[in-house]
């Protein structure tokens, strides 16, 4: 067993799904690389699951996540949240919240002490049309009603808000949060507008968290921009250097090698979406995933 898992199942006091591979590119603040990142990031790791384990576990096997938590073990919330070292006490925004899956867990877990905020998209650069851009604007408004309906918990606790406006958040956050969300930004050419707004929100120190369906390395250009659901890797870490974010690390969390990530139609043919409805690649979990966190360049 890695030693990642043995240091979180020895402090979490909930058992994690699967082994979980953590390759390093380095460590915020040092400039390590190899072993010396991975002990680093473990210790890390252990601490913050000393610290915050029984919170997470609370909010992960609340109740009222009785038909989420079957989603957990492709998703693997628990692994996923302590590498991106997100505490209950943060104020931390979900890009693009979507069915709001993670939303209602994060509710739950930053509903005492921290902030959760959902982001969505600058809606004046996501589209022309003026009625879509108020469909934005709505989802943002009724974001915080959703998780306070969904959680039992004050809508007070949530808020949101759309890209364009940035009035008093600049600086003030401590966790940014974009799952599978990065190819829509890619597909719709707002991407480097989105990333430069969120990295404005950010603390000096804040962290950016990305997971990502992951196109194979060798994937052609025509399948891995986006418009399947898949990116190459390293596409990801080179395009988020330019805007103004360097690699903390990677990790194999969410890697599923039973996905080809091949498919004509995309990621939507992976299930829970099955969209073309092949028998042979029902079961075999969710797609290939990166797991990549990021800090501010300076």
């Not at 401590?174 to 929100?201: C, K, Q, S, Y």
């Amino acid at each position: 067993m890695n030693k990642l898992i043995l240091a979180l199942t020895a402090v979490s006091g909930f058992a994690l799904a699967a082994p979980l591979a953590a390759q390093h590119a380095g460590h915020a603040g040092h400039a390590m690389t190899g072993a010396d990142a991975d002990e680093a990031h473990i210790k890390d790791t252990a601490h913050f699951m000393k610290m915050h384990g029984e919170a997470l576990s609370g909010a992960i096997n609340h109740p009222t996540r009785k038909e989420d938590r079957l989603r957990d073990q492709f998703r693997k919330p628990a692994e996923t949240l302590a590498f991106f070292h997100v505490g209950p006490e943060m104020k931390v925004g979900e890009y693009a919240p979507g069915g709001e899956w993670y939303s209602r867990l994060l509710g739950h877990y930053l509903g005492g002490e921290g902030q959760l905020v959902g982001l969505y998209a600058n809606p004046l650069t996501a589209t022309p049309d003026p009625a879509r851009q108020q469909r934005v604007r709505d989802q943002a408004a009724g974001y915080a009603k959703d998780v306070a309906t969904a959680t039992g918990l004050p809508a007070e606790k949530f808020s949101a808000i759309t890209l364009d406006n940035l009035e008093g958040q600049k600086g003030t956050f401590d966790r940014i949060l974009v799952m599978r969300a990065m190819h829509n930004m890619l597909r719709g050419g707002v991407a480097d507008t989105e990333f430069r707004a969120m990295r404005d929100l950010l603390k000096d120190d804040g962290l950016l968290g990305i997971e990502q369906h992951r196109a194979k390395a060798d994937a052609p250009w025509s399948y891995a921009n986006g418009t399947k659901g898949y990116l190459r890797e390293k596409d990801v870490i080179d395009f988020m250097r330019v805007m103004g974010f360097e690699l903390v690390g990677s990790s194999e969390i969410l890697a599923n090698p039973k996905d080809t990530a091949d498919h004509k139609e995309g990621v939507w043919e992976m299930p829970p979406v099955l969209a073309t409805k092949r028998d042979d690649l029902k079961g075999l979990g969710e797609s290939d995933r990166m797991t990549l966190l990021f800090k501010k360049a300076k």
